[in-house]
């Protein structure tokens, strides 16, 4: 059986480790021009067609994939006269891979369905790498009877795909998700920074810390770059600021008011507005450990 045709927008480190295994697969593959001109030019190396605008992208695929960093970026590769919406055909199945507010989602959703095409938000989670080899988290939302045609396409990209509910149910999950994942991140940085400033050697703390229910993957990723110099957290400070502010705003839209978020994205913000926003998320024991002063 002939396999769907596929567009695919947003080929940065996640989005291009995708591309690359799909193609493996055998699916046929559209690309849009993106930043990074190797990731496209391997695509259409190993067969894609690059095309000039997601309108294109979206009239010659069966099901259109983002992998993009903003709510901002999606909705401006979805409206306009180049945009998906433009293209889309009646019956294909377009869907959100990155971290976007569940609002946006939901309208992105309902102008989908004007359309005659159904729209699914499934965030990701783990690394490029896992993305090579097929293994990621994908946390998919939506119309459940869209979600079951297109899983074994998801099937092929993840090793655990979860159907989470309503469409933006899985964006709302990242979402808290990121948010304690950055604020654990956050604040093991920040106790290898103080005890550098007090004299207590890194691995000593580790020790102590992880004996007990305190340890955690997050935590080992930390530890890893702090005592090793070994990055395994290949995410950006940039995008970890990102999510943390879209996880207030969401908060925030619900009536709510996040306590716990606070100190996280004070602390991310401060970091990219000190121009460490390209920086990884392990390297914030470094930024933390400047600011206390380095050791003692």
Known sequence: MAKPAIGF?????MGAAMVGRLQSLGYPMTVVANRSRDAVEKAVAAGATEVKTAREVAAASDIVMFCMDTSASVESRVYGDDGVLAGVK????????????PGSTQKIGADMEKAGAVYLDSPLGRTPAHAVD????????GDKATFDKVKPILDDLGENVFH?????TGHTIKLINNFFAMTTACAMSEAFALGDAAGVPRQALYDVMSAGPLKSGMMDFV????????IDLAFS???ASKDVGYYTQMAEGLGKTSRMSGAA???LGEAVKDGWGDKLVP???DFLSEKFGGKA
């Open 265 to 267: 994205r004070a602390t």
């Open 283 to 285: 390297q914030m024991v």
């Open 90 to 101: 009646p019956g294909a199945v377009v869907i959100d891979f990155g971290t976007s507010l």
């Open 237 to 239: 400070l940039a995008n």
């Open 164 to 168: 989470l509910g309503a469409l933006g």
């Open 9 to 13: 927008i947003g080929l940065g480190l």
């Open 134 to 141: 097929g293994k990621l988290n994908i946390m998919c939302s």
């Open 223 to 230: 530890r890893n770059y702090a005592i090793d110099g070994k």
